[in-house]
C-alpha cells in the first residue's frame, strides 16, 4: 500500500508554468534538466516520474521497480518505451487538447509569412529598394490570399480540428487527409496522395510513430504542386529532412514552415538550420509554447496525477 508517493519531475526547465501542489501525501523533486545516463539514478525510488522530452528507456524501467506512473508533460509520448510499460504494469498517461490555439497560430503565422513573401520583403527594405522605388509601392515578390486556398491536413486531431477552424474563418478550402496507404476512405476524409496533389497548403499534425516515420519523403514532394507550402508542426522525423531541402532547393515545392527538427537540440548540426532561402521558415520547437497554453498544461498534468493516486484513469495511454 503506497503511503507517500515520490514524484520526480526530470525536466521541470522545460515548462515555464506555475505548478499548483498536488492534493495528496508526497515527496517532489525537480531536476532542471537531466541527462540519458541520469535518469536511472534519479528515478530508482520513484513512484511518479514526470517528463516532457527526457526518454525512459526499458532500461530505465528495469532500474525503476518502485515506478507507478509516467506522467508526460506534453502530449507525444515516443520518448517513453510504452511496451516496456505495458509489460511491467507502469501506467503512462499524457497532456490532451492544451494546444487547441497556440499550434493552429502558429501554422498560420508560418503560413502568412511564406504565403505574402515576408522574409523576402524585408531583404527588400534592407537593401533599401523602396526608397530606390520609382512608384509608391514595389512588385518584387509575389504575394498570394490563403482566401480560395486549399489546405490539405494529415493529422485530424485536436490541433488539426483547430487550424481547420482558421483555416474555414479565412475562406479556404481543407482536405482531411486518410492514413496513408489505408485501404479504405472514411466518410470526411481524402485519400493521401489525392490530398497531397491538390493542396495549396499541407500542415502536418500527427504523432512520430513507426508509421508516420518518414511520412513525407522524395515521393510525397513528387506529388505536391510547385505552389505548395509545407507546414510541419508536429515532429520532425515526420518528414524526410533531405528530401525537404532538396525539394526547396529545386523549387519541387514552393516553400516550407517547420517548427521541428528530427534531432533536438540540433547539437550536432541539422541541414534544415544552414538554410538561408527566403521560402523556408525555421522556429525552435515553439508552438505549443504560449504562456496560456503552458498554463494550461502545468493544470492538467497535475490534474492527471492527481487523478491516478485517486485510482481513476485520466489521460491513460498505458
Known sequence: MITKEYVVFLDRATLLADLRIPDFNHAWVELPTCTVDQVAEQL????????NKVPIT????????????????????????LDACRERGVAVCNIRGYAQHTVP??????????????????????????QKAEQFCLFDHEIHDLHGSTL???GYGNVGVGVERLARAFGMQVLIAERKGAAEIRPGRVAFDEVLAHADQISL?????EDTQGLIGAREF????????????ARGGV??????????????????????????????????????LPNFLLTPHVAWSSREAMQALA????????AFVRGEERNRVV
Open 152 to 154: 490539405g491536413l494529415i
Open 239 to 276: 518528414v524526410d529532412e533531405a528530401a525537404l531541402v532538396s525539394a526547396l532547393k529545386t523549387r519541387r515545392i514552393a516553400g516550407a514552415g517547420f517548427d521541428v527538427l528530427s534531432l533536438e537540440p540540433p547539437s550536432q548540426g541539422n541541414p534544415l538550420l544552414a538554410l538561408s
Open 299 to 306: 493544470d492538467q498534468l497535475i490534474d492527471n496525477i492527481e
Open 205 to 209: 499534425h500527427t504523432p512520430l510513430t
Open 58 to 81: 526499458r532500461a530505465v524501467l528495469d532500474a525503476s521497480p518502485k515506478l507507478r506512473l509516467i506522467a508526460v508533460a506534453a502530449t507525444g509520448t515516443n520518448n517513453v518505451d
Open 105 to 130: 497560430e502558429h501554422v498560420f503565422m508560418l503560413l502568412l509569412a511564406l504565403r505574402r513573401n515576408l522574409l523576402a520583403w524585408r531583404v527588400s527594405l534592407q537593401n533599401d529598394a523602396w
Open 44 to 51: 530508482w525510488r520513484a513512484t511518479i516520474a514526470i517528463t
Open 222 to 233: 513528387g506529388l505536391m504542386k510547385r505552389s505548395a507550402i509545407l507546414i510541419n508542426t
